[in-house]
């Protein structure tokens, strides 16, 4: 009798950091064997979500995307049509924290902002995206809505420089002398 494996994990729980790495290795692959640069299309893990509606010229929202209901899957489709699901957010999830960054370093930080909570809606349990969003927050010196957002990260797992960065922002931002 052969023994039955277990089913493989879905990525979409990776951090995001992780989504955005292995996008990058695929572009770079596929950029190597000559195909399009800028690809508007992002896979990873099999998985694919199209960009071509949110470039990074525009410090705004990300479109919303409609997610099919779970409650008329079958037990038999839930757990692919849930991965899926799940992927095609993690993956717009990872697009929105690039163009975040993008504007992050080019000091558009209210784009960066709204770029980090469009994130944060798709992947609310990434601890990286939360550090992002407070960074944002404070040099719009928005402190509280920063302060909040380090919090929320701290209750959360994830690589250990997210952690330990949330740490010690509230650290500094909560003794910090007030004006």
């Known amino acids: 009798m052969f023994a039955q494996s277990a089913p493989a994990p879905c990525p979409a729980n ?28 992002h896979c990873s893990w099999g998985w694919c979500v199209d960009l071509s509606k949110t470039p990074p010229t525009f410090p705004e929202p990300a479109p919303r995307v409609d997610v099919p209901s779970r409650s008329t899957a079958t037990p038999t489709t839930t757990r692919v049509e849930t991965c899926g699901d799940a992927m095609k957010m993690a993956l717009e999830a990872a697009h929105n924290v690039e163009v975040g960054d993008y504007y992050f370093g080019e000091k558009n930080y209210s784009g ?10 798709e992947k609310p349990g990434d601890l990286a995206i939360h550090v992002r969003l407070g960074r944002a927050f404070e040099k719009l010196n928005q402190i509280p809505q920063a302060i909040e957002q380090y919090k929320a990260a701290q209750k959360l797992s994830g690589p250990e420089k997210w952690s330990d960065e949330a740490k010690s922002a509230l650290q500094r931002l909560q003794h910090a002398p007030s004006s």
């Not at 950091?17 to 572009?27: F, L």
């Not at 960066?112 to 809606?121: C, I, N, P």
């Open 14 to 41: 990776r951090p995001v950091d992780e989504i955005i790495a292995e996008v990058h290795r695929e572009q770079s692959t596929k950029r190597q064997r000559n195909t399009d640069p800028l690809p508007q299309i």
């Open 112 to 121: 960066s902002s709204l770029r980090y909570q469009d994130a944060l809606e």
